[in-house]
């Protein structure tokens, strides 16, 4: 065998290149299925969590701590002509229950987790790590101070 090597040096890298590109190849495909697996093990709400009223989860709501549900706007919010918001349905009066926390209905927990899923979790990265700018660098999730 030894003999071989030495009429065909070439033989030798391309063992090597080729078992390089393997190893790329594999490489790659273990990372998108990392990657997979990281968005899959990713959600934004839990069954076992107590939520606050109001809590909110991009692209898909405000949870209803009273009902246990998240829907478009947030609770006892007020609109001219249609009233306050809860518990998804327009009241003439707001909701003077005072519910802090809550458990979310297990059925809703996935729901708002295919939803926000199907948003694109990559983006919900970026948009928890860099605040968004306008104008001349100003940050619109900031106040004064530091």
């Known amino acids: ?9 070439m033989a030798l890298v391309y063992i090597f290149m080729a078992l390089a590109f393997i190893s790329m190849v594999m490489a790659n495909l273990l990372s ?4 997979e697996w990281r968005l899959n093990a990713r959600r934004a ?16 709501g405000y949870y209803h701590a009273t009902s246990g549900v998240w829907y478009p706007e947030p609770w006892n919010s ?37 939803l926000w899923f199907a948003a694109d979790p990559m983006r919900q990265h970026y948009y928890n790590e860099y605040p968004k700018r306008s104008g001349f660098g100003g940050s619109s999730g900031r106040t004064s101070g530091s």
Request: proline fraction near 6%; aromatic fraction near 10%.
């Open 1 to 9: 065998m030894q003999d071989w090597f030495q009429e065909s040096p």
């Open 32 to 35: 998108k299925k990392v990657d």
């Open 45 to 60: 709400v839990t069954k076992e969590t107590k939520y606050a009223n109001n809590h909110h989860v991009s692209d898909v």
């Open 78 to 114: 007020y609109r001219e002509g249609k009233g306050y918001n809860w518990d998804g349905i327009w009241h003439a009066e707001p909701d003077q229950r005072v519910v802090t926390t809550s458990i979310p209905q297990p059925d809703e927990v996935d729901r708002v987790n295919r």
